[in-house]
């Protein structure tokens, strides 16, 4: 039995959606069990979604006591805390032995439970700084797409919920499966709970014309050795006062700025083209495919070759590349 817990005026579509379509589809002509799906609140009836969509939820908590995995796919993060009959439902459950699934600001009422004290968690990006302060006993690790402790998993919401679903299958029913029903869904079969959201805090933009022209520059010419001091000379300043000029105005240091775009710059030839990793890292200023690696594996927890093989096969899946 599944059960996906869903509270009024948060129920996100598209993790509901997602839910609906790794459990609540008979596939046993793929050779999946019939699974018995249904929607869970704390008070049965209609409830809306996140846009506003009203959906009939029949069941109420009791549900939960007979469930074999709980997903929890959003969850109110400021106007109301979870009541204790709810925390006392998702505890029994974990007791019985269910599997504790949330997704996106679903983390913060599993964190709420004590389920997730002292363990390593994720959630979307955006909530990651709200949901270390809550809860501090929780070691939250905003850049995963998915972590597994083995009872309880939390995803990081939006397109991760496909992934972490599919490691739910992968990991309960087999990788054969998993990668039948994602052929099913037309997604890649696999990306790793491991691997970055591929979001990083944006890096602001400049409006100071002095420093946009010697960041323009500087973006044609990532191949180059560019220093503080060659930028500074570029915008006749003394590399100290260029540097605090640059944080001033942008919010971020002349080499966090470099480092982003030469890692934006790899991203796009990694997804765009077939330059060798070794020529993108020479392109891009990386100097080496070993530096190249580096980066990504510290910025986006995957090695460079992994990263191209992903958005390969998202954009084959869909069309983007016909498979040989």
């Excluded at 959003?74 to 805390?81: F, I, N, S, T, V």
């Excluded at 054969?176 to 970055?196: C, F, K, S, T, Y």
């Excluded at 973006?219 to 180059?224: D, G, M």
Aim: proline share 5%; hydrophobic share 45%.
């Amino acid at each position: 039995m599944v059960s996906t817990l869903v509270g009024d005026g948060l129920v996100g579509s598209f993790g509901l959606g997602v839910a609906v379509e790794v459990f609540g589809h008979d596939r046993r002509d793929m050779g999946f069990p019939r699974f018995d799906f249904g929607l869970v609140t704390e008070r049965p009836g209609v409830v809306r979604t996140d846009i506003g969509i009203p959906i009939t939820v029949e069941h109420g908590l009791d549900r939960l006591a007979q469930s074999d995995i709980v997903l929890v796919t959003a969850w109110e993060l400021y106007d109301r805390a979870p009541t204790p009959q709810l925390l006392r439902a998702l505890r029994a459950a974990h007791t019985r032995g269910a599997l504790i699934v949330s997704q996106c600001t679903g983390a913060f009422l599993v964190a709420a439970t004590g389920l997730l004290d002292g363990q390593r968690a994720t959630t979307h990006w955006k909530y990651a700084g709200e949901l270390a302060a809550r809860h501090p006993a929780v070691r939250v690790d905003p850049r995963v797409l998915y972590v597994d402790n083995g009872q309880v998993i939390t995803g990081a919401g939006t397109a991760a919920g496909v992934d972490t679903l599919l490691h739910v299958v992968r990991r309960e029913w087999g990788t054969a499966a998993a990668n039948a029903l994602a052929r099913e869904m037309v997604v890649p079969p696999h990306r790793d709970g491991g691997q970055a959201q591929f979001i990083d805090a944006p890096v602001p933009a400049c409006e100071n014309d002095l420093l946009r022209a010697v960041l323009e520059w500087a973006s044609a010419h990532l191949a180059e050795d560019i220093s503080v001091d060659v930028m500074a000379r570029r915008a006749l300043m003394s590399p100290r006062s260029f540097a605090r000029h640059f944080k001033a105005t942008t919010g971020t240091t002349p080499h966090a700025w470099l480092l982003h775009q030469r890692l934006a710059a790899a991203e796009e030839l990694l997804e765009n083209s077939d330059t060798p990793v070794e020529e993108v890292a020479q392109l891009v200023g990386f100097g080496t495919a070993a530096g190249l690696r580096e980066q990504f594996a510290r910025r986006r927890g995957v090695s460079p070759r992994a990263y191209r093989q992903t958005f390969r096969a998202a954009a084959a899946m869909t069309g983007g590349h016909r498979a040989a």
